[in-house]
């Protein structure tokens, strides 16, 4: 029988806060998004508060102040790495992990012979937790979407939670609501209660054919996943990016030339970094910028320009160049702009690029130097060699006013001990 252990780390942000701030135990925290604007992770004392999950901070900045609750910006490069921790942990409980977001992965257990999948599971819990302090809940189940529905419920017992046997997927799945269930969006869960189906039980029940017609084979894999039948298998690594983004709102709203040169200079090297580390090339390469449509009485604007490379590429210093020509031609003056953006399209792995007989690229001279200029980032620091164009005081830089240090990636932020 098939088995599978969807892991998710609980309020993975705010746990990763709690590590090495141990006075948020206990008490009401959220973690904003960039530009401390709205509220991306809540602890359960600030979920049991009320504090809405997507609120603008503003709205909810009175009634947290009121509470006490702890405040954050958030700290990605903590995170990242927290994230790293817990996954590599992962890999020492199953052959296959499949690692899904940032606080979640998929565990193949099939192979485990004579193993009790759920006291294996329950150490896996405690060893994440007691070498990484994060905690974690893991559902168990013959499919990807039962090991989902498996995990709500590890929540309300005791963290870990496994639907193998039929009787116990019945039970769980007639007390799921269909909009619940993995992969069925709101949209989808109101066209299926017009058709009678309002749990996960009644999909499952449901005639694959007729939900093929009017929903098409997502929707149909799901309903054979939930009869275990595996429709969804375990991915040793993920699919390749077709599109890279990099995009970022303002500290303050923007009017000058140089200062959007700056941003769309470092957006572009962001997105080459990305690149690199995917081993791959860009054919492409589009910039955005806009202003707020949410300010009322101000001239609006948003453009856009591309612009295709001769030769794929993954330098740096060309994709920053075609950056600030695609600017240029979009660029208008006498407006107030709040957020601008580098994407990068028709991606493909390095090694499948199609060279020209005549027209050959200085791919290794180019490779060569970015290598390096990788090699110093790391070792020094992100950006310590950058490219002048980026510029060394960036006012508009997105604000970050309550990030907590980056305890893990940065040896100057590194938590202090006081003995004595």
């Known amino acids: 029988m098939c088995a599978i252990a969807l892991v998710d780390c609980s309020n993975f942000y705010v746990s990763c806060e709690r590590v090495f701030n141990p006075k948020l135990m206990n008490w009401p925290a959220v973690v904003l998004s960039n530009n401390d604007g709205c509220i991306i992770a809540r602890s359960e004392e600030a979920k049991a508060a009320g504090i809405r999950m997507g609120a603008p901070y503003h709205e909810e900045k009175k009634r947290l102040a009121q509470m006490g609750g702890a405040v954050l910006s958030s700290n990605y ?48 819990r405690e060893r994440v937790l007691r070498w990484t302090g994060i905690p974690v809940g893991v559902g168990i189940g013959p499919t990807k979407v039962i090991a989902k529905a498996a995990n709500k419920l590890a929540k309300r017992n005791g963290g870990v939670f496994a639907l193998l046997d039929e009787g116990a997927i019945r039970t769980a799945l007639a007390g799921m609501a269909v909009e619940d269930i993995w992969g069925i969006s709101g949209r989808w869960g109101k066209r299926l209660r017009r058709m009678g189906i309002e749990t996960a039980l009644a999909l499952r029940e449901a005639d694959p054919a007729r939900i093929r017609q009017g929903f098409g084979v997502v929707v149909q894999r799901i309903l054979y996943e939930l009869r275990g039948v595996p429709c969804l298998s375990i991915e040793d690594a993920p699919p390749a990016k077709k ?43 589009s910039v955005f910028i806009h202003t707020n449509h949410f300010r009322e009485g101000e001239s609006q604007y948003s453009g856009s320009g591309s612009v295709r490379f001769a030769h794929p590429t993954s330098d740096t210093g060309l994709l920053i160049r075609a950056a600030l020509a695609a600017l240029r031609r979009i660029y208008k003056p006498g407006y107030l702009y709040h957020k601008a953006g580098v994407l990068l399209f028709d991606i493909a792995p390095a090694r499948r690029v199609q060279e020209e007989m005549f027209d050959c690229p200085e791919h290794p001279r180019s490779d060569a130097l970015m290598s390096a200029l990788d090699a110093l980032n790391s070792r ?21 006013e309550m990030r907590s240090p980056r305890y ?13």
Not at 116 to 124: P, S
Not at 248 to 259: L, N, Q
Not at 408 to 420: F, K, N, Q
Request: aromatic share 8%; net charge neutral; with cysteine.
């Open 380 to 400: 020094m620091g992100r950006a310590a060699v950058r490219y002048g164009a980026e510029g060394f005081e960036a006012t508009w830089r997105m604000k970050g």
């Open 77 to 124: 490069a903590l995170y990242g790495d927290m994230s790293a921790r817990v996954m590599s942990l992962l890999g020492e409980f199953a052959p296959r992990v499949e690692v899904y977001s940032i606080d979640e992965a998929f565990l193949d257990f099939e192979n485990l012979a004579n193993v009790d999948l759920t006291e294996h599971a329950r150490r896996m």
């Open 243 to 285: 599109e890279i983004c990099v995009s970022r709102s303002f500290r303050k709203r923007v009017d000058a030339m140089e200062e959007l040169s700056q941003a769309a200079a470092s957006y572009a090297t962001r997105a080459a970094e990305k690149l690199r580390r995917e081993g791959s090339r860009a054919g492409g390469l």
């Open 408 to 420: 893990t990636t940065r040896w100057e932020e590194l938590v202090r001990v006081r003995a004595g």
